[in-house]
């Protein structure tokens, strides 16, 4: 027991003496949290200070080219124009409703509206015959075969709307369904 007295003093002068070392650092770190006066100081000259005329002139320029970016990509134009359309609606899985505006002149783009929200979307050829129209700046896909169509969103990678049919398509299955079930 005489050896173990030793050996316990020296292990808690050790501990005080790291203690000591410590407790130092720990201050010094508090006071680096405070922020300098003079740093205050200058934060708030900065953030009173107006933007420079070359600050000024370079979000000007900024503005001007996503207005330009708009303008030369049609499909990211808020509201397209769909006066002297066709209109076509949807009643879809769900209770969701669709309505395609289509223009003659232009078998190219269609309008579509969704959620209270007009897209304008742009055909994508297939190779099946399938009608596909794309906007790609809002993620939509609108799939339209002779049985039913389908709105996709690409960005979330989900449908949003499934078995979207017309009064057409809808009276199809409206007379071929008592056919059946004769068989």
């Known amino acids: 027991m005489a050896t173990l007295f030793p050996k316990f003093a020296a292990a808690c002068a ?15 770190g508090a006071a680096a949290k405070e ?9 708030k000259a900065q953030a009173k200070k107006k933007p420079s005329k070359k600050a000024q002139a370079a979000a000007a320029a900024a503005a001007a080219a996503a207005a330009a970016a708009a303008a030369a990509n049609p499909l990211e134009v808020d509201e397209p124009d769909i006066t002297d359309t066709k209109v076509t609606e949807y009643a879809c899985e769900l209770g969701n409703k669709i309505t395609i505006y289509t223009n003659e002149a232009d078998d190219s ?9 007009l897209h304008r979307l742009a055909r994508i050829g297939t190779t099946t015959g399938a009608l596909r129209f794309e906007n790609p700046h809002y993620g939509l896909i609108w799939i339209g075969i002779p049985s039913k169509g ?18 057409e398509q809808s009276a199809i299955v409206a007379t071929a369904e008592p056919e059946a079930s004769k068989t």
């Not at 050790?14 to 010094?28: D, F, I, N, R, S």
């Not at 922020?35 to 934060?43: D, G, I, M």
């Open 35 to 43: 922020p300098h006066p003079k740093a205050e100081k200058v934060l």
């Open 14 to 28: 050790v501990a005080l003496a790291a203690a000591g070392m410590c407790a130092p650092a720990t201050a010094a």
């Open 150 to 167: 389908m709105l996709l969103d690409s960005k979330l990678n989900r449908q949003l709307a499934n078995e979207c049919k017309n009064a």
């Open 109 to 117: 783009h269609i309008a579509l509206r969704w959620k209270q929200r």
